[in-house]
């Protein structure tokens, strides 16, 4: 931290094992450094951005330095102006560059404990920033109880002290303890230094230790509880309501316990140590004694208090914690309480408080008075468990609302939503058969073939991921059946899906190639349809605005998809290290925003990068993240990836027998049915004339024509060209040799097919012009970074009679910086400022500023307009 370097760290364990003397520890060893703290509260974890709204106060004032996307919408997040609805990790790249600000006065220390209470954006929100700490002199803590997860962030787990630890702890403690007190204090804390401290006051006290072997922290909390016994009337009062309340609020707090006339015990409750007010806020000795203060009251009792928060708390300014007491404060339905809970959802919602929505929405539909509401409620905390991806809640409420509904439109969105669920978890079938079902519930409705040929879309678009000919019959045999289907757009590219899955190219392919200049086709399917119908460039250029969009905007939810789209057109375009680049981004995102398919689709790029670098651990390790959570029901487009990847190791070590094993047995099934098998046809071309087994090429040449003539495209054609000189189908393969090499859409291709020239021509004695076309692939592998194919080359090379090339000076250059630090450099060769780079690259403008330190040196630069008369493309 003191370094200007930055790190994050979790801390967990179970109550009272540490975690806060830790990180109060840490606080009274920050030295120069500002601290800023925080815990979570266990109500305050229904109201969204609560927690980072404590945690951000002291920056405020400095607002007005973000970029306006990333200022409004964290005024809009922490309610300081008109909701925003903003993407949630646009909030967190506007929290990562307000902390970044402030850490330029100095190290910046923030604590976060109990952070198993966040309310969930709040968490979301930190973890984000936690996974980005690089280079802002900034130490981000947690202290949580098990549960709470922070992945990417490194972690310590606290357990028990042994029995040398507790007995030296309790001597110093208790040092006058009897003998055989002190044993029995030993025995029943187990361990926990929270149990020894407390245990060995109640053993010294009035009371005596409990009895029995109760289970740690049931054990803790008993003795908490006999302590507030111990208690005033008045003073057990207060210890609820502020249990109750939660926040900390002691004008709050004061109100209540003056209106329930039990203000007076508050003084009592503070001098036993249980609770401590230092300014305007009142917090408990531990969390546990929250727990035992609340729990211990009678339930009549509670009601009473919430009622009495509730009325002190009414008004606008806290409308959502009014709502929350009056809930809490009541036993049975009551509508005008569901109300009241579902405006704060809305409230919520418009915040992208989705996780507070579902809860307020799931608690209005218990307090609901008739079935109706109940439904239509336990619906839309559905669609916002959906929003804020708890899968295991969202399935709950489902089944739930289920029961319930009765309205087509209603229960046709619930299914919709179950659809994306089962799409997330790689449950494809089933999306398509809840899809199919709402299209279907919708279909007697006024305007239904909208509304109909959307879902059906949806499912269209899962059984192309599928790679399921039967299944994409399906949905096009429930579109047929639409009045008005055949004039629909949407039934035009339901049809064009299934011509693709069944082999159809002759009519796929321009209906695909038609969509890219169609204004009304949604633009983040695009790039899809352009990969699918093999115009990489196109392809290339429409992915990258689609995520230049996304950095505008902030919509990270939406990156991952442009990014996995950006990295396949990069690899076919033979651009490896930006293809490396958008997929180690995209992976990142997918991680943060938990997208399954999109976080296995970037391990396959990957896997398949790692290959033709000759990588083999790294390939394999990527490829078993690509291809381990499809074990039971494949994503045909991104398990193509991490299979194509394993056959391309084997194929670039000359391994043809397993190539051919892999990729005929991928070509039999879903995987068959994509562009990448068209791609990967010509690997099992050259690995069956390697063997000399001509039959085994015959399959996958049929496949690759088909396509190549419907297609008609330079660099299929010229792939083509290519197996037909491999396979000798006429008696001049050097015409096909020469038609194979003139293409240069796609390099690394084109490098192939000088390869296997070379090599023709070197065992035709033609040692001069094999030199050329072996000098030309060994070159461009390695611009390109093939480093496998670049060794291959440069072996045939040799063998011709001449030495291996030297590497190109200027991607020299470029082969040191990191990926990372790649991409800063050609934004800012660009003019762009740091905070500008920052905001497009979700990261914090420090850390900008360290890779332009470290990226100047290795280009041999030192300033920023040298960048643009280098070659970093």
């Known amino acids: 931290m003191r370094s200007g370097e930055s790190g994050a760290l979790h801390i967990w364990g179970e109550p009272g094992i540490g975690k806060s003397a830790l990180l109060e520890y840490a606080a009274s060893r920050s030295d120069r450094a500002r601290v800023l703290r925080i815990a979570g509260v266990e109500s305050e974890a229904e109201l969204p951005y609560a927690a980072l709204h404590l945690l951000l106060r002291p920056a405020l004032h400095r607002m007005d330095a973000l970029a306006a996307p990333q200022a409004d919408a964290l005024r809009g997040a922490l309610g300081l102006t008109g909701a925003a609805g903003a993407d949630r990790f646009l909030i967190g790249l506007a929290a990562l560059t307000l902390l970044d600000e402030l850490a330029g006065d100095g190290p910046l220390l923030c604590l976060v404990d109990d952070a198993h209470w966040l309310d969930g954006p709040s968490a979301e929100t930190m973890v984000f920033v936690a996974r980005r700490l690089q280079h802002e002199g900034i130490a981000l803590i947690f202290g949580a109880r098990p549960g709470f997860s922070a992945p990417g962030v490194t972690e310590l787990k606290l357990g028990d002290l042994d029995r040398e630890s507790a007995s030296l702890i309790l001597d110093t403690q208790a040092p006058r303890l009897p003998w055989h007190l002190r044993d029995r204090v030993l025995a029943e804390a187990e361990g926990n230094p929270l149990a020894l401290l407390e245990l060995q006051h109640l053993a010294t006290g009035p009371t005596t230790l409990p009895t029995g072997r109760l289970p740690l922290p049931q054990r803790i909390q008993d003795a908490y509880q006999r302590r507030i016994g111990e208690l005033s009337h ?248 639409l009045a008005g289907a055949p004039g629909h757009p949407g039934f035009t590219l339901v049809t064009a899906t299934l011509d693709f899955l069944v082999g159809s190219l002759d009519k796929a392919l321009p209906e695909f190639r038609a969509r890219l200049t169609d204004p009304a086709a949604a633009q983040e399917h695009l790039a899809g349809y352009a990969i699918a119908a093999g115009h990489f460039g196109v392809a290339r250029d429409l992915a990258a605005a689609q995520v230049e969009a996304c950095r505008t905007t902030g919509r990270i939810g939406a990156a991952p998809m442009a990014l996995a789209q950006l990295a396949a057109a990069e690899l076919y375009l033979g651009r490896l290290e930006k293809g490396e680049s958008a997929a180690t ?29 000759g990588e083999e651990e790294r390939c394999r390790e990527h490829a078993a993240r690509d291809l381990g959570p499809f074990a039971v029901e494949l994503v045909s487009i991104s398990a193509g990836w991490g299979v194509w990847a394993l056959a391309m190791l084997d194929l670039g070590y000359g391994r043809w027998e397993a190539v051919l094993d892999r990729l005929a047995t991928a070509a039999r099934g879903p995987i068959g049915h994509q562009v990448s ?47 037909r000189a491999l396979l000798s189908l006429d008696d001049d393969p050097e015409a096909h040799f020469t038609a194979a090499v003139s293409c240069a859409d796609r390099p690394f291709e084109q490098a192939r097919s000088a390869l296997v020239y070379g090599e023709w021509l070197r065992r035709s004695r033609r040692a001069s012009d094999a030199r050329t076309q072996l000098r030309h692939a060994a070159e461009t592998f390695t611009l390109l970074g093939a480093t496998l194919w670049a060794g291959r ?30 991409q800063v450099v050609r934004l800012a060769a660009t003019g762009a400022t740091n905070k500008e780079i920052a905001a497009k690259l979700f990261l914090s403008p420090k850390t900008v500023g360290h890779h332009l330190y470290r990226a100047f040196p290795k280009l041999g630069v030192t300033t920023r307009t040298e960048l643009a008369r280098l070659q970093l493309t």
């Open 234 to 481: 008045p003073a057990q009062a207060v210890l609820t309501i502020a249990a109750a309340e939660e926040t900390g609020a002691l004008d709050v707090i004061l109100r209540t316990a003056d209106a329930l006339g039990v203000v007076d015990g508050l003084d009592e409750a503070e001098a036993a140590g249980l609770i401590r007010i230092i300014g305007p806020v009142v917090t408990f000795r531990h969390p546990l004694v929250r727990t035992a203060a609340y729990q211990g009251t009678p339930f009549s009792r509670r009601l009473a208090i919430h009622r009495a928060l509730a009325a002190v708390l009414d008004g606008e300014r806290d409308a959502d914690r009014h709502a929350w007491h009056l809930a809490a404060a009541s036993p049975g339905p009551d509508e005008s309480v569901a109300a009241a809970l579902e405006s704060a959802a809305g409230r919520a919602r418009e915040r992208s408080g989705y996780a507070a929505a579902a809860s307020a929405l799931a608690r209005a539909a218990q307090l609901s008075e008739g079935d109706t509401e109940r439904g239509r409620r336990l619906l839309a905390a559905t669609q916002a468990a959906a929003l804020a991806g708890l899968a295991g809640l969202q399935e709950s409420l489902a089944e739930q609302a289920e029961r319930l509904l009765t309205d087509p439109y209603q229960r046709a969105a619930l299914n919709s939503v179950r659809a994306e669920h089962a799409f997330n978890m790689g449950s494809l079938h089933t999306a398509v058969d809840l899809l199919i079902k709402a299209a279907e519930l919708t279909t007697p409705l006024p305007g239904a073939l909208d509304r109909a040929a959307a879902l059906l879309a949806q499912a269209s678009l899962a059984a192309f991921y599928a790679g399921d000919p039967g299944l994409s019959r399906r949905v096009h045999h429930c579109f047929a059946q």
């Open 585 to 613: 981004e995209g992976l990142r995102m997918a991680e943060d925003t938990g997208q399954s398919h999109r976080v296995a689709h970037h391990h396959g790029v990957l896997a398949w990068i790692a290959a033709v670098r």
């Open 677 to 723: 098998a068209v791609c990967f046809a010509a690997d099992e071309i050259e690995a069956a004339v390697r063997l000399g087994n001509a039959d085994a090429a015959v399959v996958p040449f049929e496949r690759l024509r088909r396509w190549a003539e419907a297609a008609s495209l330079p660099w299929s054609d010229a792939v083509l060209a290519r197996c």
């Open 793 to 822: 080359a440069a072996a045939e090379l040799r063998a011709a009679g001449e030495t291996t090339p030297t590497r190109a000076a200027g991607h020299d250059l470029v082969a040191q910086l990191t990926g990372q630090e790649l």
